[in-house]
């Protein structure tokens, strides 16, 4: 069976641009973002199991160490949790709220201490501040803004 070129052509365009997806598919993929409120103290965990803490827009950031976390695990949590519109939260609390690496949607959920306990977790496996890049000065107000010790 005989080939149209236009057929051979689109086969070798899709084939190229799959693979090419794939591989920045991993970079892009593997993330999962945590905030202890909307636009509040976050963490976002990447696949390695490391992290960084942030605080809402500012631009300040605290590397978390690589093993720190079970991205797959809190993966799994997370979208078990995870609530598919904000006024499904509980009326007497300021939901947690996740967002998925597929989509920038954002889900609530209910179980603050939850997320609480991860970014605790994150911040207890801080790596230590780089000198002369001004980290210091970024580990002191995720510390003050995020309420850690």
């Not at 993929?29 to 202890?36: A, D, K, N």
């Not at 580990?139 to 850690?148: D, E, K, Q, V, W």
């Amino acid at each position: 069976m005989k080939v149209p070129r236009l057929a051979t052509l689109f086969l070798f365009i899709f084939l190229t641009l799959s693979s090419a997806l794939q591989a920045g598919e991993e970079k892009m993929t593997w993330r999962l973002v945590l905030s202890q409120t909307s636009g509040g103290c976050s963490l976002t965990l990447f696949a390695d199991g490391s992290g960084k803490l942030s605080y809402g827009a500012a631009p300040y950031m605290v590397r978390v160490a690589a093993r720190t976390f079970d991205y797959e695990y809190i993966n799994r949590s997370a979208r078990l949790r995870a609530l598919p519109r904000r006024a499904d939260a509980r009326s007497d609390i300021e939901p947690a709220s996740v967002v998925f690496y597929e989509s920038s949607v954002v889900r609530y959920l209910n179980d603050t201490q939850w997320v609480r306990g991860l970014l605790e977790q994150g911040w207890e496996s801080r790596l230590p501040p780089r000198a002369g890049l001004g980290e210091e000065d970024e580990h002191a107000s995720i510390a003050r803004t995020c309420g850690f010790r």
